[in-house]
DNA sequence: AAGTGGTCTAGACCACAAC
DNA sequence: TTGTGGTCTAGACCACTTG
């Protein structure tokens, strides 16, 4: 059997290069092809978001490999937030709900107070409808300019303090019968409900940050002035294979909020 | 022999909680005593940023483990960025000067062109001086008030355009020494000069950043006006131990620049 | 050829959770 | 008691680097 052949779930192939061959063209571990393996299951909806997936020992054995490697591939997922272990009980999917840390994107925190404030931001919406897709917000969520999207904005509030004024773009296809009530009245996280109604679990964001003034009307929506500097927040979000599913546009508020970063 | 004895250079104790004991107060893996082994040599400096540590086998005789443990214990200082593996040459000190990614903890990117042009920053320095800290500086720092800093205020220009205008804050017994010229002059990273002449190596850091108007001054430096908002980004860094070395304040100019943050 | 980190295995045992 | 993930070991072999 040739080294290197990608394994699927049809033919396991734990060989490993020990055959005598020219080249190795991409060296790929076997942990690496089983972590594949998973990560198409997770894709698929084999295993939905919250739920228990199969013990190390069951997958072992499916894949035949040993537990280590299994083990190995789990590991990485885990360490990517795809995955959470739980000693005794098992590896769930992860998801936006019940995560320690719930508005795991969110990096705006109150100077002062109990940092679980946001726990509870009252949401707004301002509005929510289908559009068709500029060039550069096509561009980002790897549309066609012109394609339906749904533009949703909102006004994020801590106690009863308009902070956040947010845009956000989301793919009509599969976002489909997404309303101003969903938005405003789902509880818990709105990357929650993206899983739960809609099957779009965002796995990653980038974010690009600018200091920058309001306009009049979004100085109003904040009850703030058009002199009062805001950050300008930017993020798309990613899901499975690295694929971009939401666009935001954020003015933040930081009066007596900052965002916050740890660097490693 | 008691369970979860801390090891020591002198007494390894590989011994698992094998004997009957009423409580286990607080169960320590054997990698991570040894991870805070490594972790000891690294900060007593037994080892400088860039040279080659012990193979793992070595350490794993020295410690009277197996490997496995020892690569456990790496995998984890790997992942902290404490330490570089090179498969066939060995396990190095993370250092800020070879690290693929020089200005680690900048995250201020140009919005279009190479992402590189920042890696020839020019600096300049306004000041350079010892003063007593104040109640704040002294605070995160964890100092007393009045005790001596190095105070530092420079520019950062990309392509002869000053972008960052900068407040360093430094304990003076540790960077005894430390002047204009230095700051000024020295090739490569500051973080590296730090590790260089005063064996000071940062390993993490936290910012916390807001959009803020600068004054008339802050304007002039920044060859900008009163009236263009700028990013202030407050930067704590930590050297090992958590203990904190660094305060920086600093003004980012992102009328064509963007501060960058990945997410997951 | 020798030495290093990287992968993979098989087996033993521990800590934790649930029945 | 059973099943899960977590730790630890010992040994084999692979891939990469250097002499």
Same mark, same amino acid.
């Given at each position: 059997m040739p080294p290197n052949?990608?394994?699927?779930?049809?033919?396991?192939t734990p060989a490993r290069n020990d055959s005598a061959v020219v080249q190795t063209p991409?060296?790929?571990?076997?942990?690496?092809? =089983?972590?594949?393996? @998973?990560?198409?299951?997770?894709?698929?909806?084999?295993?939905?978001?919250?739920?228990?997936?199969?013990?190390? =020992? /069951?997958?072992a054995g499916r894949f035949k490999v040993s537990q280590g490697t299994v083990r190995k591939a789990i590991d990485e997922l885990a360490a990517e937030n795809l995955v959470t272990r739980r000693q005794g009980k098992g590896t769930f999917v992860a998801t936006h709900n019940e995560e320690q840390v719930q508005y795991r994107f969110l990096q705006l925190h109150p100077d002062i107070g109990q940092q679980q404030d946001e726990g509870r931001a009252q949401r707004s919406i301002i509005e929510c409808k289908r559009i068709r897709a500029s060039a550069d917000?096509?561009?980002?969520?790897?549309?066609?300019?012109?394609?339906?999207? @749904?533009? +949703? &904005?909102? =006004?994020?509030?801590?106690?009863?303090?308009?902070? @956040?004024?947010?845009?956000?773009?989301?793919?009509s296809p599969v976002f489909k019968g997404l309303n101003a009530e969903q938005m405003a009245?789902?509880?818990?996280?709105?990357?929650? $409900?993206?899983? $739960?109604?809609?099957?779009v679990r965002m +796995? &990653?964001?980038?974010?690009? =940050? &600018?200091?920058?003034?309001?306009?009049?009307?979004?100085?109003?929506?904040?009850? *703030?002035? *058009?002199?009062?500097?805001?950050?300008? +927040? /930017?993020?798309? *979000?990613?899901?499975?294979?690295?694929?971009?599913m939401e666009l935001r546009r954020g003015l933040y508020l930081t009066d007596s909020h900052h965002y916050r970063n740890a660097l490693s």
């Amino acid at each position: 059997m040739p080294p290197n052949t990608a394994l699927s779930p049809d033919t396991p192939t734990p060989a490993r290069n020990d055959s005598a061959v020219v080249q190795t063209p991409a060296f790929s571990p076997l942990y690496q092809q =089983i972590k594949g393996l @998973i990560l198409q299951s997770l894709q698929a909806g084999e295993w939905k978001p919250g739920e228990l997936i199969p013990s190390e =020992i /069951e997958l072992a054995g499916r894949f035949k490999v040993s537990q280590g490697t299994v083990r190995k591939a789990i590991d990485e997922l885990a360490a990517e937030n795809l995955v959470t272990r739980r000693q005794g009980k098992g590896t769930f999917v992860a998801t936006h709900n019940e995560e320690q840390v719930q508005y795991r994107f969110l990096q705006l925190h109150p100077d002062i107070g109990q940092q679980q404030d946001e726990g509870r931001a009252q949401r707004s919406i301002i509005e929510c409808k289908r559009i068709r897709a500029s060039a550069d917000i096509a561009r980002t969520l790897q549309l066609r300019t012109g394609d339906s999207v @749904i533009h +949703v &904005r909102r =006004i994020l509030s801590f106690n009863n303090t308009p902070t @956040i004024l947010e845009d956000i773009w989301l793919p009509s296809p599969v976002f489909k019968g997404l309303n101003a009530e969903q938005m405003a009245h789902y509880p818990g996280p709105t990357y929650a $409900m993206f899983e $739960m109604e809609y099957g779009v679990r965002m +796995v &990653r964001a980038e974010e690009k =940050i &600018r200091a920058v003034l309001p306009d009049a009307q979004q100085a109003q929506w904040l009850n *703030t002035t *058009t002199a009062t500097p805001v950050l300008s +927040v /930017e993020r798309v *979000t990613f899901t499975y294979n690295d694929k971009p599913m939401e666009l935001r546009r954020g003015l933040y508020l930081t009066d007596s909020h900052h965002y916050r970063n740890a660097l490693s």
